[in-house]
């Protein structure tokens, strides 16, 4: 069947891990206590923090305080950038923190270099761009917006989170195809991680697995595997 889409993760496929753990994270963990002191968490967002904080509580009690409100709570949100956790809420106020800081030019991201000519590559064949990754979709715009290479966000169609599910899960493959109204044969997912592979290719897409510079091991598998995007 003939590839319609490109799905694309980031880090570790389109920007470098390093560029997320030490600049992205640390930038957001720096600015977190001012962020919350400024701006009130919405009501939706702070009942899901109460409950992941309650069940951490149990499992890690020495380093949390007994219990959250809107003055400490950035120490509990701190303890899951430390502990790189795909939660709903902090990826948004991480998203909203970074969006200030490339907005004052504090932040800009950096892409492989191969990334660019890939997309427009892609766009002028008649194949669409998208991503998926755990950060908020505002973060994702905000990597291709503000990036080392220009802005990109016109070679992007959509953009998904975890909103449609984890991505070691076939369903959330599931979901995006019907989201962009096509079979699942005609996407292909582009990842550095083998379970995600395992899961998108279960739902019927195509899997790439890449394998930049900095990019964590992985275990053996059979997907095809490349050290950079072919134009």
Known sequence: MMIKHNLLDIEGTTAPISFVHQV???????????????????????????????????????????????????????????????????????????????????LKSILFPDVKGFLESSKEKGISNHVYSSGSVEAQILIYKYSNEGDLTSLFTSYFDTAVGGKREKESYLKIANQLNCSTGEVCFFTDIVEEA???????????????????PQKEHQFPLIHEFKI
């Open 24 to 106: 992205l994270f640390p930038y957001a963990k720096e600015k977190l206590k001012s962020y919350l002191l400024n701006h009130s968490i919405p009501e939706n967002q702070w009942q899901e923090i109460t409950r992941e904080f309650l069940v951490d509580q149990s499992k890690f009690p020495e380093e949390l305080p007994k219990e959250i409100n809107p003055t400490n709570v950035y120490l509990y949100l701190e303890f899951l950038i430390l502990k790189d956790r795909k939660f709903g809420p902090l990826k948004e106020i991480q998203g909203k923190i970074w969006k200030v800081g490339y907005e004052s030019k504090e």
């Open 198 to 216: 395992e899961a998108a290719s279960s739902a019927g897409m195509s899997v790439v697995i890449l394998d930049r510079p900095g990019n964590i």
